[in-house]
């Protein structure tokens, strides 16, 4: 649906240099597809609804570390389908959950290869 229909113009040519499209074979290789819900808000016992603080920071952090776990060794990446809301309801999760990203972890294959890209990192410091 993302490539068919959501994907505008100036983001196809941005992913034009990495080849990359809507065919994604390592979602069906790779040993483990491990998905991380933002909990949204929380639920208490009465079923009322409470607040959680920064959770776009907080997962966002998680992932990071998780990425960096999985790279002793393992491989991942992130993957986000769009749309993604499909996974709550496959994996029985309840509403107040959104996935947030998929990441497939495996041994990378013998012939797996990686683009050499230019990275927009900027670092100031201010004295
Ligand atoms: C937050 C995030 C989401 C991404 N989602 C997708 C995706 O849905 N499909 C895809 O092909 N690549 C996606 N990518 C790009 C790849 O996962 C990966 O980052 C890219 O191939 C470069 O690899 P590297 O970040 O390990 O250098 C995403 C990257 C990030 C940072």
Not at 17 to 26: A, D, F, Q, S, V
Not at 41 to 51: H, I, Q, R, S
Not at 72 to 83: D, E, F, K, Q, W
Request: proline share 9%; net charge negative; glycine share 8%.
């Amino acid at each position: 649906m993302f490539y068919e229909d959501r994907v505008t113009e100036a983001w196809e040519e941005a992913l034009a240099p990495l080849g990359t499209g809507w065919r994604k074979p390592y979602l069906e290789t790779a040993p483990w597809l491990v998905v991380c819900f933002a909990e949204q808000y929380g639920v208490d016992e009465d079923g009322e609804k409470t607040k959680n603080y920064y959770v776009q920071e907080s997962v966002g952090i998680a992932c990071g570390f998780f990425i960096t776990a999985n790279h002793v060794g393992l491989a991942t990446l992130p993957h986000t389908p769009a749309p993604m809301g499909f996974l709550r309801d496959l994996l029985g999760r309840p509403s107040n959950e959104r996935p947030y990203i998929l990441f497939p972890v495996g041994y990378p294959a013998a012939d797996a290869t990686v683009p050499d890209l230019e990275r927009n990192e900027i670092v100031q410091w201010n004295r």
